[in-house]
T-cell receptor
């Protein structure tokens, strides 16, 4: 069975601080996909990134970057120079490629609070 | 481009009443999902459809819940009769192709309160 663990329930930082959101996953499949979603206070779920298990290259998008390490089954999300607008709940998710199921298993989320 | 559209955004209803949540997936997407988000259980998949056919409804909590997809552009999630423990945010989502290889896009959610 697949599982996603986000051990950090809540993180509070001051604006401009760097922050890392941890994500550890479990799967028996060799082919799988990892996702990050953002849920701002308004409630919608916003897609941030998808990564497949064969691509371990780190991804950078502006102030955001993602560090995928198969050796430790982790897919961490880094925010550089955090801003108040980054305040949200962030979810890591996993989808296995095999079988008929097309399910996205979510972690419990990490609430990030960025203050001035 | 229009995203996944859900209605109503907010609903408050009395216990025992029927609730119908509606969803319009992104045009061209062949997978549609209904998720529920609660504080206790987080985000959980209720049911998903492929080409309008229900594929996996193992997450539907009980017979009071039902979902239909009469055509490629419309789906409903119905709760009858509703109970206070059904209070949650219900998300509809869609993807083009299997989630494992594609991105799933979520609607803004329907916030349901049963009193």
């Amino acid at each position: 069975a697949q599982k996603v663990t986000q051990a950090q329930t809540e993180i509070s930082v001051v604006e401009k601080e760097d922050v890392t959101l941890d994500c550890v996953y479990e799967t028996r499949d060799t082919t799988y996909y990892l996702f990050w979603y953002k849920q701002p206070p308004s409630g919608e779920l916003v897609f941030l990134i998808r990564r497949n298990s064969f691509d371990e290259q780190n991804e950078i998008s502006g102030r955001y970057s993602w560090n995928f390490q198969k050796s430790t089954s982790s897919f961490n999300f880094n925010i550089t120079a955090s801003q108040v607008v980054d305040s949200a709940v962030y979810f890591c998710a996993l989808s296995e490629a095999t079988g008929t199921a097309s399910k996205l298993t979510f972690g419990t989320g990490t609430r990030l609070q960025v203050t001035l | 481009d229009a995203g996944v559209i859900q209605s109503p955004r907010h609903e408050v209803t009395e216990m025992g009443q029927e609730v119908t949540l509606r969803c319009k997936p992104i045009s061209g997407h062949d997978y549609l999902f209904w998720y529920r988000q609660t504080m206790m259980r987080g985000l959980e998949l209720l049911i998903y459809f492929n080409n309008n056919v229900p594929i996996d409804d193992s997450g539907m909590p009980e017979d009071r819940f039902s979902a239909k997809m009469p055509n490629a552009s419309f789906s409903t999630l119905k709760i009858q009769p509703s109970e206070p423990r059904d209070s949650a945010v219900y998300f509809c989502a869609s993807s083009h192709g299997r989630v494992s290889g594609n991105t799933i896009y979520f609607g803004e959610g329907s916030w349901l309160t049963v009193v």
